[in-house]
C-alpha cells in the first residue's frame, strides 16, 4: 500500500501554511465584499474547516483505490458531489451560528456560486495532488519489486552457477581413495584430506562472492592435487603468475571450471600426456588468466571441445559485468587457449 | 578365464585387480589405458570378459565395443549416475558404480557364471550403446588395424551397401557395420536428410539440386558426387531447404 503524503515533514508544513493562507485569503475577500470581521472570520474558518476535511477525505480514499486512467470521470463526479455536500453542510452550519447577522442569509445566498467553485477548485487541486502522489509511489514500488525479483533470480543464478561441482569427480576421487587404501594407505589419508579441503572451499565461497588470486590458487592447486593422483602420470600441470596479479580479485570457483574443462578437454581428446599450463598476469586494471591444454585437431573441432563448462563460466561472467567478451577460446596447432580478463571493480 | 580391465585411471584398475585376486579363476591378461589399447589388446587375447570405463580419451567404452566384432561379456565400471547407466542395465552383464566394495564385486562375477546365451545380449547392448549421447556428433571406424573418428559434419553422404553403410568423406569412403535407419536415427535431422532408400545427405554440402530423368532428382556437392534424390526425398530437402 502507498505511504501517505502525510507522512513526509516538509509536506505537512506546507500543507498546513497553504491551508491558513487560504482561510486569511477567504476572510479578507469576505469583509472586501462587507462582510464583518467577526463574520467574515467565523464564515471563512468554517467553510474552510469542513473543505480541508473534504480534502483529508478524497485523499485518504485515493490512497486505498488508486483509479485507472479511464476512470478519472469517476473522480471528477466525485469532486462535484464532495462539492456539493460541502456547500451544504457549511451553509447549513454557518446559518445555526450568524442568522442574527442582518444580511448574512441572503449573502449566502448570493454567494453561493463563487463559493462552490472556489470549493471545487480546492477539492480538485488536492485531488490532482494525491492522484499524481500516488501513481508516483505505486510506480516506485513497483519498479522497486521489479529489481528486487531482479536481483534475487540472479543471486540464484549466480549460486547455481557457483554450485556446479561435478560429481563425476567426486565419486572417480572417492574410488582412487577406495584403491589407495589397500595398497598405501598414508596416501589414502593424505587425499581423503585433500579432498575434504576442497569440499569445504566450495562450502565456503558460497558466501563471500569476491576472492583474491591467491586465496583461489590454494584452492586450485588442491583440485590439481587431487586429478594427479587419480591421472597419475598421464597429467602434469604447471601454475605461473606475477607477484602484482596475486592480490587482485576474482569471483569465487571461477578459475577451477575452466581448469578442469582444460584438463578434460586434453585428457578425454589425447591419449598422451597432458599438459595444463597456467598462466595469471595483470594488464589495465584487468586480471587475465590464461589456460592452455592439448588437444588433437583432427578429431575435435574446438567449437565442440568448448562445451563442458565454459558456457557456465561464460553466463557467470554476463551476470557479474554485462559483458559477453571476458572469455575467449582459441585453437593453435593442438593446443587449445582459454583466456579470461576479470576486470577489477574498485568497491569489491 | 581371460580378463582385461580397460580405464584411464592407474588407481581405477587397480582396485579391480584387487577385488579380483579371491577369483583364482580369473585371469587378468592385460590392462589397458583406452579404448585403442582396448580394441588392440581384445583382437590378440579374445578375453571371455572385460571391465570397462565409459568415460575413457578419444573413444569412450561404447565406442570402442562398437569396433569390436564379437564383444566378449562386458561388466562396466563407471562414475555415471545410475540413471545414466540404467539404459545398460539390462544388456551388460552388469555395472559397477564407482566406489564399489568387494561384496558388489563379487556379485557381478556371479552374475556372470549365470549368465547364459550371452551373445544376444551383446547384440543388444551394442544397439544401446550406439544410442549413446557421443553418436550424433563423431563416428567411429575402423580401417584394417587404424581407428578413425569422424565428426559428422565431415561427411558428406553415406550410402547403403548390403550390411554395411558406406560414410563417405573428404578423404574417401569408411565402412561401418550398421543400418541406414540407424544413422538417421542417430544423426540431427536439420542436417543429414535420408535423400533416398539407399542415401543419407548433409545439406551443407549441396551446391545445387538438378532434375534427374522423370520426376526424380540429384544433389551436386561441393565435392563434386551426385547423390540420388527420390520424390519423397525431394519433398523433405525442400522442407529443410527452406524452398
New interface residues.
Partial sequence: MATSPFSVIRFRIIFGISWLIVIADFALLLKWFGLSWREAIIDSLVSNTILILACLLVMNTLRFYTPRRERYLNILVWCIVLTGIWLLLSRWILLLLLNDMEGYTSFMKFSVPVRGSIGFLLIGIMTMISVVWYNWEEQKENEGRKRDAEKLAKDAELFKLRQQLQPHFLFNSLNSINALIGTRPEEARKMIQQLSDFLRGTLKKEEQQWVSLKEELQYLQLYLDIEKVRFGNRLSAEIESDEKALELKLPALLLQPIVENAIKFGLYDTTGETRISIKVSSEENKLVIQVKNPFDPETSSPKQGTGFGLSSVQRRLYLLFARADLLNTEANENIFTTTVKIPQVSNA | MKVIIID?????R??VK?YLQKHTALEIVQEC??G?EGVKAIQQHQPDLIFLDI????INGFEMLELIEQPPAVIFTT???EYAIKAFDAHAVDYL?????QERFDKAIQKLREQTNSEKANEELLETASQSPSQN??IVVKTGSKIK?I?V?DVHYLEAADDYVKIFTQEGHFLKNKTMNHFEKVLDGAVFVRSHRSYIVNVQQITRIDPYEKENYVAILRSGAKVPISRAGYVKLRSILGL
Fill in positions: 584411464d585411471e592407474p588407481l581405477a587397480s582396485i584387487e589405458n583406452d585403442f568415460q575413457m580419451p578419444k562414475a555415471f549416475d558404480l564407482k566406489p564399489f566394495n556428433h563423431r573418428i565428426p559434419q
